[in-house]
T-cell receptor, first 113, second 115 residues
């Protein structure tokens, strides 16, 4: 069964600290993996999209890594800010008809001052 | 550019009532999608439209109908609302479905409660 599992479910860190969120998937065949940020009460916003041939991609203070062999991805947030408080969703796409986005349940990050 | 817009933002219905959720995008995208997001679950695809004039079922289509009115607009209709349809509904769009690496842009969501 195609699944995307994220850990931890929630995380609290102090402003300025770094953190890493994990994503494991069983989607096959694999096309690409995306990380989205979803602020409370808003729609998800794309942070990164990586194909199977890419193993790292950055977007400002956000760096995503992908290991297609072990089917694992991580999202590293550097020097966290209060505005990073949000849900981070890992999404995996298979090669079927382009619609098969499998969404993880998300990791809720709270950054406190 | 407004991106993807959705109306209404909030709605409360009684069981059995009907309503239509509206979605519009101004990015000239070919493909549009409707998702629902429930607590403790990932987003699930209800229906999608690969291009103007076509619609297809997603993972959870029961109880819903859709209309791709034109290239810009994609509506979701609940004919007889049930409490199980209480959820947050997101509309999204992308340049196309083909190729797989098309970024999807999401609207702000409609929070629906069915009593």
């Amino acid at each position: 069964k195609n699944q995307v599992e994220q850990s931890p479910q929630s995380l609290i860190i102090l402003e300025g600290k770094n953190c890493t969120l994990q994503c494991n998937y069983t989607v096959s065949p694999f096309s690409n993996l995306r990380w989205y940020k979803q602020d409370t009460g808003r729609g998800p916003v794309s942070l990164t999209i990586m194909t199977f041939s890419e193993n790292t991609k950055s977007n400002g203070r956000y760096t995503a890594t992908l290991d297609a062999d072990t089917k694992q991805s991580s999202l590293h947030i550097t020097a966290s800010q209060l505005s990073d408080s949000a849900s981070y969703i890992c999404v995996v796409s298979g090669w079927q008809a382009g619609t098969a986005l499998i969404f993880g349940k998300g990791t809720t990050l709270s950054v406190s001052s | 550019n407004a991106g993807v817009t959705q109306t209404p933002k909030f709605q409360v219905l009684k069981t059995g009532q009907s309503m239509t959720l509206q979605c519009a995008q101004d990015m000239n995208h070919n493909s549009m999608y409707w998702y629902r997001q429930d607590p403790g679950m990932g987003l699930r695809l209800i229906y999608y439209s690969a291009s103007e004039g076509t619609t297809d079922k997603g993972e959870v289509p029961n109880g819903y109908n859709v209309s791709r009115l034109n290239k810009r607009e994609f509506s979701l209709r609940l004919e007889s609302a049930a409490p199980s349809q209480t959820s947050v509904y997101f509309c999204a769009s992308s340049e196309s479905i083909a190729g797989g690496v098309n970024e999807q842009f999401f609207g702000p969501g409609t929070r629906l409660t069915v009593l």
